[in-house]
Every structure is written in structure tokens, then in C-alpha cells.
């Protein structure tokens, strides 16, 4: 029971009882002169106020027994047989309760089993309703006879007061005191600690009167006074060896916090009435836990949490700010819990992706592990709705779930080369249709070497310019189309032609003057559309010459950049394409693949984690790592659905 409810109790029974000697004697002086009211008093003051929250320590008891020195109150004359049976009882209380303060201070490891059936006696036999309940009735009885008509209220105010303060109905009583005074801010003891898992993890066992639904939402701790020792968050919520175990992950921690190892039964836990529930916005789902490094963070979550690849969560590092993570592997493990038994849980690896910045719309790298134990959040609001793309940039799409947008430098697409990777069927064709329409909107020139004849019926709209030979690329060029394009109808040698196009496009570039400490900004873009074609692996290649011809391209493409000319590589398999030019892409965007060659190509990309997503990434998916991205580390990310975005709605 709170302190105010048992100190307004003591008033009450108080005024009770001086009414009821009141109506016995005729007169007062009872207070000063009669054993049972003294009895009485100290029956009140050590049940309302001490023993009914803190009773528990050899001190206590000691306590206890000093007080018998109220048996002084009896005249010699009126020592009876009970008297002296009293006296023994407060005597052996005194006595034995400090031999046993003596031995914990001075001999702790000695005679433990014959001090622990002493002080379960005594605990027993010096509670206040044991001790003083006897003082109390035999002194009623003595002074006033059994069967006289002043000892019936008497023995009604002790039966009342002894049932008021059964521990059940104590707690019955101050629910109801709660519901009626505090209705708005009405707190519920739901449950006790059971054990601290982690220095910021709480786990409680959860009584009946506990709602089902309580993920998310905010629990509060408290000691025996009232006083706060924290506030948190439950994680996890679950059936264990029979007994509802909830984990609370700490976020508010006082200087009370070490009452939870010095006096744990005496927590107690309820819900915050008076903040949102968090699950309404993102999700609490675990803590920081072992195996975090600066780059990923691990965790465990309830194996029925719906948890998705390509997710974002975040937790706060040192300085109170978000750093954002994306799930990329999980695992199931076993987890010890209750007296040894283990529990099915997930294992879950997060990648870091940084820290937010609003006003770029990028991330930006967080150079240390987040605190141990702090809350791991799953994003679920959509922080980014309706912002305007900075200039410069291009967004390819969003990460899974969230709002938060991956964008691309438009000019280091170009300047610096991109390849896009990915099987047919998984929206790669395109993801290169939105990047040529971006860069024709910031004037870059593109010129496509179109094997698939596509490409000119999806851009239809910016009038492209179907180029029939090399001889057409100078007039193109320096015409007002900022789109060329040639299907290879009358080549018989891709690599040859390929290498005849680039090569002349390079000699028109090239006569730009190039001064120190200036850098030419994109200006053409060559797009090798099924690449693997184009310019093949050396070991692809379908005459001993095309090998000459590939070099020739290489050569063009790592020169290309100073003069502001930049390619885009479009390929089904990366084993198949030249890795001189591969390598030379600063910007990899990858959809699902399963070819291992390739995947291995990948992994010296954007690591291993990633590159074994790859395989199970779901139709316009994608993974982009490199300079141009918005995110410094590899990324998951959604492309939106363009199949309605051309006039032609076939996919490719």
C-alpha cells in the first residue's frame, strides 16, 4: 500500500481506538496509563508504517522486541503466568536477532544453516501482528474480563484493523483508492522482477491482471516509496516454462538504479498512462547486443516478428542520434532463459547505412558502436513524404518500408561510370530507361549502342536520332538531339563497331582544352546496352581479334572521364564483360543475379552479406554501392514500377 494511504490509516484506526477506550472507560486516561493501548499504538504505528511495506531484516525484529518494554505498564501486582511468558517472548527476540546481526558483521560464513532456521522463527514470531496482537488481546482481556461487554469493540478494532492489512487486501484497497483519486493517471502493478539479462534489460514475470497486448508499449519502475527508478520499453513478450515473461528495455535510468540489486522484490512495474504508444510510429523490437561492431549491429528479436530484408532500424548512439541500420541476415538460435531452458529466437545482422542529413537526403557514417543495450527501433514512418530531390541528384527508388529515398549524383553516374547488373525480368532495362531520361534533363548527351532494339521506342519522346553509321556521330553530336542511338543492323562485328563509335565519339570530346585544377563536368554518356556483347570478357570473345578491339574501347573509357564522357554498362552476367571497364565503374546497381562468377565480382563491391542477396532479391530490387549513391556504405533499395511510365509496357 502507498505511503499516503497507510499513513491516512493510522489516523483513522488511531482515532478508532481512542473512540473505542473513549466508550469503554468513560475517560482518557487510558492513553497514558493502560497496557492494551499501548500495545495497541505500537500495533499500529509498526503495522501501518513499517512492517506492512519493509518488514523483512534481523533489525526489525531486534525492534520488535525492544518494544515489549512495554510490559512495565503492568503493576507487580498483576505479573502473571502470561507476563513472564511475554517477557521470555521479547527477551529471546532481543537476544538472539542481535547474536545473528553479530554473526553476519563478524563470522558471515559460520553456522549459516543453524542462523537460517533461528531467523525464519523469529521473522515469524516478531512480526507486529504476532507480537503486539497478543499484548493487544491480553491486555484487553486482563483489564476489562472475556466475557465483559467493553472487550467486544476492542476485539472488533483488532479483527477489523488484521484484515485491512492482510497483504491481498491491502493491495485490493489501494487499487481502489487509485481508481477513484487518480483515474486519469491510474498505474498498475503488473508483475516483478524476475532477473536483469543485459545492464539495461529488465525481465519481469507478468501477473494475470497484465493486458495481453504490451509490446511497445512504456512500462515505469518504482521502489517501495514510490521513488522512480526507470522508465522503458517492452521488447518481448512470451509464455516460458509456464510463467508470462515480458523484457523491458530500459530508456529513462535514475540514480535509484541500484535498488533493483539491493531490493528487487520491492519493484514494482506498471504502465505509463500519460505518453503515446510507440508502436504507433516505429517499433521497439530488440537491444544492441553482442557481436555489434562499428559497421553492423546484431540483435535478437521473437522468432513470430515479421522482419523483413532490406529493412531499416535505428538505435541512438552516445550523443542522442539516430544511426539507421539495414537487416541483411538472420538467423534462428537457442537463447537460455527460465532454470536453463532455451527459447527459439532470431539472430539478426544490420549493416550500418549512417545518419541521417535532412537537408542532403543522404546518410553519413557513424564512426563507433552504438551503447550496448539501447533500444533497436524498426522504421515505420515515413520521415521523407512530398521532400524535394536536391539538385544535381536523381532518386532511383526508396529503401523497403520506410521513406527514406536513395538518390544518385547525376554527374558521377556519368563522370565516373555505372554498371547496372541484374538477370531478365528484374527491371534493369528500366532503371537504365530513368537514368538516360535524368541525364538528358541536366543536358548530358547520351549515346546508346542498342543491341536489343528497344531503347528507341521507350524514348520516343525526345525525338532520339537513329545513327546508321560512325560518319553520323559528328553531325549528331554537334546537332540539337541530345539522344543517339545505333541497333547494329548492318554490323557484323559488335566489338569492332563498338570500338569504332566509342573511339570517334572520343576525338570530338577530346578537343575541349583542358586547364589545372578544372574538371570538365559530364557531358556524354555511352550506354553499352547487354554489355557482355559489346565488350566481352577476353576469354568471350568469338574471334582472336575482338580482344584488340575490347582493349581499343577500355582505353577510350578510362580516358574518357577528364573530357567529361562517362558510360553506363547494362548486363545480364558480369563473367561475360571485360572487368577493364568493370573495375573503372565507380557506381555498381545490382538486381538479382545468381551466376556465382558474378556474385563474387560483387562481393569485393559491397561485401559478402550483400552479395549473397542478391540471389533472392524480388523483382525491382536492387542494391547500389559506390560514389554517386546517397548512402557511403551498400544499400537495399525498392525501384519504383516504371511499367506504366512508357508507352511500350512490355518488360525487360
Known amino acids: ?31 497514558t496509563n493502560d497496557f492494551w493501548f499501548a500495545s495497541g499504538f505500537l500495533l499500529l504505528i509498526l503495522m501501518s508504517l513499517i512492517d506492512q511495506p519493509f518488514f523483512s531484516t534481523d533489525a526489525n525484529v531486534f525492534m520488535n522486541g525492544t518494544a515489549g518494554l512495554s510490559l512495565i505498564l503492568i503493576e507487580r501486582s498483576s505479573r502473571d503466568f502470561w507476563w513472564f511468558g511475554f517477557l521470555f517472548w521479547c527477551l529471546w527476540l532481543l537476544i538472539t536477532s542481535f547474536i545473528l546481526m553479530w554473526f553476519k558483521a563478524n563470522k558471515p560464513d559460520s553456522i549459516k544453516t543453524f542462523r537460517g532456521f533461528i531467523e525464519k522463527i523469529n521473522r515469524e514470531i516478531g512480526k507486529p501482528e504476532a507480537l503486539f496482537s497478543s499484548f493487544f488481546l491480553w491486555g484487553a482481556i486482563r483489564q476489562f474480563g472475556l466475557g465483559s461487554k467493553q472487550i467486544e469493540p476492542l476485539f472488533a478494532f483488532w479483527a477489523v484493523f488484521i484484515i485491512l492489512n492482510m497483504p491481498s487486501i491491502a493491495r485490493a484497497i489501494d487499487k481502489f483508492f487509485d481508481r477513484i483519486l487518480n483515474p486519469v493517471n491510474q498505474k498498475l502493478d503488473i508483475g516483478s522482477l524476475f532477473r536483469v539479462s543485459d545492464p539495461r534489460v529488465l525481465e519481469i514475470k507478468l501477473n494475470k491482471e497484465c493486458p495481453n497486448k504490451i509490446v511497445g508499449q512504456y512500462f515505469i519502475f518504482q521502489t517501495g516509496k514510490e521513488e522512480l527508478i526507470g522508465e522503458g520499453i517492452v521488447i518481448d513478450d512470451r509464455i516460458i516454462a509456464g510463467n508470462r515473461i515480458a523484457k523491458i528495455a530500459s530508456t529513462i535510468i535514475t540514480d535509484r538504479w541500484n535498488y533493483i540489486a539491493l531490493n528487487p522484490e520491492k519493484i514494482s512495474f506498471s504502465i505509463k498512462k500519460d505518453v503515446e504508444n510507440v508502436s504507433d510510429v516505429d517499433i521497439p523490437i530488440s537491444v544492441v547486443d553482442i557481436g555489434s561492431t562499428m559497421s553492423s549491429i546484431s540483435f535478437v528479436v521473437h522468432p513470430d516478428f515479421p522482419l523483413h530484408k532490406g529493412e531499416i532500424v535505428w538505435t541512438l548512439n552516445s550523443d542522442n542520434v539516430r544511426v539507421y541500420f539495414q537487416i541483411t541476415v538472420a538467423t534462428i538460435v537457442d537463447q537460455n532463459s527460465i532454470e536453463g531452458s532455451n527459447v527459439k529466437c532470431v539472430l539478426v545482422t544490420a549493416n550500418q547505412i549512417g545518419i541521417w542529413q535532412e537537408k542532403e537526403m543522404k ?147 577530346k578537343k575541349a582544352v583542358l586547364k589545372p585544377g578544372v574538371t570538365i563536368p559530364a557531358r556524354l554518356c555511352v550506354v553499352f546496352e547487354e554489355a557482355h556483347a559489346l565488350i566481352p570478357e577476353f576469354t568471350q570473345v568469338a574471334n582472336k581479334g575482338d580482344s584488340d578491339f575490347v582493349n581499343a574501347t577500355s582505353r577510350t573509357i578510362l580516358q574518357g572521364r577528364k573530357y567529361g564522357m562517362g558510360s553506363l554498362i547494362v548486363t545480364q552476367r558480369t563473367a561475360n564483360v571485360t572487368k577493364t571497364i568493370l573495375n573503372q565503374c565507380n557506381t555498381i546497381i545490382a538486381l538479382r543475379s545468381f551466376d556465382k562468377t558474378g556474385l563474387d565480382f560483387l562481393s569485393n563491391y559491397m561485401g559478402t552479406e550483400y552479395a549473397h542477396a542478391i540471389s533472392t532479391l524480388p523483382t525491382y530490387d536492387a542494391i547500389i554501392v559506390g560514389k554517386a549513391s546517397s548512402c557511403q556504405t551498400p544499400v537495399i533499395f525498392s525501384i519504383p514500377d516504371f511499367s506504366n511510365r512508357w508507352n511500350n509496357e512490355e518488360e525487360t
Open 1 to 31: 500500500m502507498k505511503l499516503r494511504y497507510r499513513l491516512a490509516f493510522l489516523v483513522i484506526f488511531l482515532i478508532l481506538l481512542i473512540i473505542v477506550g473513549y466508550f469503554d472507560t468513560q475517560n482518557l486516561q487510558f492513553i
Open 363 to 509: 546518410f553519413k557514417q557513424y564512426a563507433w558502436v552504438p551503447p550496448a543495450g539501447f533500444v533497436i527501433y524498426l522504421v515505420r514512418t515515413d520521415l521523407n513524404a512530398d521532400k524535394e530531390i536536391p539538385d544535381g541528384k536523381t532518386q532511383v527508388g526508396n529503401i523497403p518500408n520506410s521513406g527514406f529515398p536513395i538518390l544518385a549524383d547525376v554527374g558521377e553516374l556519368v563522370t565516373h561510370n555505372t554498371a547496372i547488373i541484374g538477370v531478365t525480368g528484374s527491371g534493369k532495362s528500366y532503371l537504365a530507361f530513368h537514368l538516360i531520361e535524368s541525364y538528358l534533363e541536366k543536358r548530358i548527351k547520351v549515346f546508346i549502342l542498342d543491341v536489343t532494339r528497344e531503347y528507341y521506342l521507350y524514348l520516343h519522346k525526345y525525338n532520339p536520332t537513329p545513327l546508321i553509321s560512325v560518319n553520323d556521330v559528328k553531325t549528331w553530336y554537334e546537332g540539337e538531339s541530345p539522344l543517339g542511338i545505333y541497333q547494329f543492323a548492318t554490323s557484323t562485328n559488335y566489338p569492332d563497331t563498338t570500338s569504332q563509335f566509342v573511339d570517334e565519339i572520343f576525338k570530338i570530346l
